[in-house]
């Protein structure tokens, strides 16, 4: 049985070894000023609020979410695990003139415990968070009253590693079978236990709606989830 910390370990270490050749995989970012490009803009158009609110893009990767929230209008934070990733992000946004903050943090461990946020942004990262539960309660806890978290995820089907596939190799390196026992969300096939978890973390309105093939790799389920904090009763503690 892996621990937790060796399971994330493990998974920062993959995510580190990607990241100069990240952007380089279809699927993993659209590149900017594509006509797909602008459907991933409107996309987050429609999900986001009116701009500007206060955005935390948690496993920001390279910056692909965060930059499109910041070009439309976002004071965005990023935060990852894997330093490697960040430093490919902060490059990009100053090639690309824009300003977001970039710092390493922990999506399923946030460093910040008050609500500081509108926004919980997270892309193509619930199936790899371990302790998601966890992560999911602590994002309500940063957002102010009538937040909101949006997911842009998809439900995958894993195949066997290709043994002749460098990529599957380094993937199935990191991602072992203990590792892969430590996500709770990686291997579920549909929207009940994403559903559930948030709910049951105290969320109100949780929508989870289908997206067209196209936000996916031909393979999977891509969808969209927003689910609002709302407001706390008076007196309500935090219960970090």
């Given at each position: ?51 500007p609110s206060d955005l935390l893009d948690v496993c920001t990767g390279t ?41 390493e943090d922990d999506a399923a461990a946030l460093a910040l415990t008050q ?5 919980v942004l997270c892309r193509h990262a619930m199936w790899t968070l371990r ?110």
């Amino acid at each position: 049985m892996t621990s937790e910390s060796d399971a994330q370990e493990s998974i920062t270490a993959f995510w580190s070894a990607v990241a100069p050749h990240y952007d380089e995989h279809p699927g993993n970012i659209v590149p900017f000023g594509i006509e797909e490009y602008e459907r991933w803009t409107e996309l987050f158009r429609r999900a986001l609020p009116q701009a500007p609110s206060d955005l935390l893009d948690v496993c920001t990767g390279t910056g692909f979410a965060a930059f499109i929230a910041a070009t439309l209008g976002h004071r965005v934070t990023g935060i990852d695990l894997a330093s490697s990733m960040l430093r490919v992000a902060r490059l990009k946004a100053k090639e690309r003139g824009l300003e977001v903050r970039f710092i390493e943090d922990d999506a399923a461990a946030l460093a910040l415990t008050q609500p500081g946020y509108d926004v919980v942004l997270c892309r193509h990262a619930m199936w790899t968070l371990r302790n998601a539960h966890e992560a999911i309660r602590r994002w309500r806890n940063v957002l102010r009253p009538n937040g909101r978290v949006v997911v842009i995820d998809s439900f995958h089907a894993w195949s066997r590693p290709d043994p002749a596939s460098e990529q599957d190799q380094l993937f199935y390196k990191h991602y072992t079978p203990d590792v892969q026992a430590a996500l709770p969300f990686m291997h579920v096939r549909d929207e009940d236990a994403v559903l559930a978890a948030f709910e049951g973390a105290g969320y109100d309105n949780v929508v989870f709606d289908d997206l067209p093939p196209s936000f996916g790799d031909g393979t999977s389920r891509p969808y969209i989830l927003i689910a609002l904090r709302g407001v706390d009763p008076p007196n309500a503690e935090s219960n970090l």
